[in-house]
């Protein structure tokens, strides 16, 4: 950076965010719509990448810039990480007002404010919940180092994510994963005499000392979040469904037992814990319920789901976990397969008509009860699949194997290649179109916490003294959460399957029954 | 409620001190700071307007980046009357109104030919607080309620929002080094004003250049060095 001399303050050395207009993309079609505004794939006209852009809506007068946008904005600003989604730019839309083009005061921003990000292919969520999918070992090692690397970086820099969920950990076809959805981050201090809010983290992902009601906490509540995503993995449902706070705290204290001053010195001083306590001990029974996790993983998993929050595992520590340094190897990001579904515009019909079957198959195939479809990892899972239980009656057949390739993969990929970005990353694979047959669904939460809408990113900040309706945690039962069931589409590229969670809010609205 | 969130660690020590009285110290040294401020733009525009006069340049020379804040006429309400009532009724940290100082701060110097003057401080003032208050605070009043204690509309301040947004390239981040050196800054300016015997230097504006000199204070050394600490 050049010293500007006086009068010459260099203010212009890079582009002004701001300056372009959202014509300057072409957006390919809508892939999101969530509380925080729609999301669209779009084309940048003169170089042909691929974007994700994200409206921010600005209907809500009362509080005017969105708090979760400006902070997504100010901490994607800062975080330039190879596992933290890359915010490119911020491009406005010129409203109606066209005339009065130039006129900087005007209400030129009226029409519309877009994030630009990069384009992601998918969530984790949303691969994870594909029919007949199942992580190999070395795939889910790789997942977690990039999450854990990802995180890391997050807090090293002094962010808390605040919202590590699956549907926030985007993928792209090259099997990078990065963190995104920082509308609930914020800057931390590092002594932790912070008063912040703990109306954070999607419920059954939120960590013991938030339920209690604790406003000072510091990395550990992310990486609680990132325990729950470990086990969930490895587990291939969620393993702490709660339906409201109560439920999750008690799910979460007949997993990993009751806290007390032993365990959790000064546990019985946090706000709600007289009102949450159970009634007699409960016993730690993490080692028990997934006994069929290999050592490592449960030794790992063990020491992230550790009730107190200063005896929890951190990022840094995680990533040197004997877990990471034994066979089977993370294995490399590229070797991972490419996911592909086709693209929602082409089979938006035949999406309904298979929906309808579906429905009908689940009426026929009550037999089934599980609600969570995910399979686990293959090492683990044997004959528990039940691959014809996803063949509804009018459906393609479903290969039950997925195209993983865990073959040649297994090694150390020590650090990835540096930030995958550049137009090339887009047409990685020979049927994509333009981008036009990418799978969509699976982006959604990411961008949007679209498949959430009833978390509301913005209630929590509501503001004190401010009646704050549908805050987080104020409903019970939010409709959080993968979906329970079983969408017959194929992975893999066959042409006609549909994408498996076609429009975010549709996991949760179409099978919101999934709570048996 | 004089609690301040904990944004900035290395720089909590130093916030109590500043924020110790009932009306915390911070919203006095900035009142201070932004009326010598107020005061020298004031007349180095009236200067200028009348030297662009005589060259018939008008007054086009002088930025328009700061229009959306100016208001008709300058509002009755003092500086120091005006952070007061925001501080009141809003119930933000007082960091919030050391990081609006960072903002204001920043325009000035990512826009040096507009200049803070008694037209626009106001609006510029409650704008940036609650932009801070947004980025600092996890419970905040909304614009609606910030509008009404700052005396301008909703609508408007919503619009402000933005255009300050905008302004500062979204570049909202402090970091504790800066909002630290800040700190250290307006303390320094509280010594002199403890003293109470700075004499104001005059500004002579002879040449345009000068314009874009223009920053909080009066000597460039003690100017932050924003290009390479901010965003």
């Known amino acids: ?516 | 409620m004089l609690t301040t969130v904990g944004y900035n660690h290395q720089s909590r020590q130093l916030e109590p001190s500043l924020a110790e009285a009932s009306t915390p110290r911070v919203l006095t040294i900035l009142s201070s700071v932004l009326e010598k401020l107020v005061a020298r733009n004031d007349r180095l525009r009236d200067c200028l307007s009348a030297e662009l006069d005589e060259l018939s340049l008008g007054s086009a020379r002088l930025g328009k980046s700061f229009n959306a804040f100016h208001g008709v006429r300058a509002p009755n309400i003092s500086i120091p009357k005006y952070l007061e009532r925001l501080y009141k009724f809003t119930d933000c940290s007082p960091s919030c109104f050391v990081v609006g100082y960072v903002y204001i701060d920043r325009l000035v110097h990512r826009h040096p030919d507009s200049l803070v003057i008694s037209l626009n401080v106001h609006r510029l003032l409650v704008t940036s607080v609650m932009v801070a208050s947004k980025m600092l605070d996890d419970e905040h009043y909304n614009n609606a309620f910030f509008a009404r204690v700052g005396g301008v509309s909703n609508a408007e301040l919503n619009r402000l929002e933005l255009e300050l947004l905008f302004l500062l390239d979204f570049g909202v981040a402090v970091s504790s080094r800066v909002f630290e050196f800040y700190c250290l800054h307006l303390e320094k300016e509280m010594m002199f004003n403890g003293i109470g015997q700075k004499i104001e230097r005059a500004i002579i504006p002879s040449a345009v250049d000068d314009l874009t000199e223009i920053s909080v204070d009066d000597t460039q050394s003690s100017s932050p060095p924003l290009k390479s600490l901010g965003l």
């Open chain 1, 1 to 516: 950076m050049a010293v500007a001399g006086p009068g010459q303050l260099n203010v212009e050395e890079y582009p002004s965010w701001g300056s372009r207009s959202v014509d300057c993309f072409e957006k390919l079609e809508q892939i999101g719509e969530g509380t925080y505004g729609q999301v669209y794939m779009a084309r940048e006209i003169r170089t042909g990448e691929i974007v994700a852009l994200k409206k921010i809506r600005m209907d809500n007068e009362k509080e005017g810039f969105p708090i979760t946008a400006i902070r997504e904005i100010k901490i994607l600003k800062k975080l330039h990480h190879e596992n933290v989604i890359k915010l490119k730019e911020i491009v406005t839309s010129p409203g109606p007002e066209t005339d009065e083009q130039g006129n900087q005061d005007g209400n030129k921003f009226k029409g519309g404010i877009y994030m630009v990000f990069e384009y992601m292919d998918h969530d984790l969520t949303g691969l994870a919940d594909r029919p007949g999918l199942r992580f190999t070992v070395p795939q889910i090692k790789c997942y977690m180092k990039q999450l854990l690397t990802g995180l890391h970086y997050c807090h090293v820099n002094q962010v808390l994510h605040r919202d590590i969920k699956g549907s926030n950990l985007l993928i792209d076809n090259e099997g990078n994963l990065k963190l995104a959805d920082f509308g609930l981050a914020r800057s931390f201090s590092t002594d932790h005499t912070g008063n912040l809010t703990n109306r954070v983290i999607t419920l059954w992902y939120r960590p013991p000392e938030l339920l209690l009601g604790a406003t000072k906490y510091g990395p550990a509540v992310d990486m609680w979040s990132v325990g729950c995503i470990f086990a969930e993995l490895l587990n291939g449902k969620p393993i702490l469904p709660g339906k409201n706070e109560p439920e999750q705290l008690n799910k979460i204290f007949e997993l990993c037992g009751s806290p007390d001053e032993l365990n959790w010195p000064g546990v019985s001083k946090m706000p709600w814990y007289n009102n949450f306590k159970p009634p007699r001990p409960m016993k730690r029974r993490i080692r028990e319920v997934f006994r069929h996790f290999d050592r490592h993983a449960l030794d790992l998993l063990d020491s992230m789901l550790t009730l107190n929050p200063e005896k929890r595992i951190t990022a840094q520590d995680a990533l040197v976990a004997e877990y990471f340094w034994n066979d089977p190897l993370p294995c490399d990001p590229k070797s991972l397969p490419k996911y592909e579904s086709s693209h929602e515009f082409q089979t938006k019909k035949k999406r309904q008509q298979q929906r309808q079957n579906e429905e009908t198959a689940k009426r026929q195939k009550l037999q089934h009860p599980q609600p969570h479809t995910r399979l686990p990892p293959i090492q683990h899972t044997g004959g528990q699949a039940h691959p014809s239980h996803w063949h509804g009656p009018n459906h393609p057949i479903n290969n039950p194997q997925p195209p993983v390739s865990a073959g040649p993969s297994h090694h150390q990929y020590g650090r990835p290649r540096g930030p995958p970005g550049g137009p090339n990353r887009y047409p990685p694979s020979g049927n994509q179109s333009g981008g036009y047959n990418q799978n969509r669904g699976a982006q959604v939460g990411g961008y949007s916490g679209g498949p959430y809408p009833p978390q509301g990113r913005g209630p929590p900040y509501a503001g004190s003294g401010m009646p704050a309706p549908g805050q987080r945690g104020a409903a019970s039962g939010y409709g959080v959460g993968p979906p329970n069931y079983s969408q017959s589409s194929q992975f893999g590229g066959s042409a006609g399957g549909r994408g498996p969670n076609p429009m975010g809010g549709n996991r949760n609205q179409q099978y919101g029954g999934w709570q048996q």
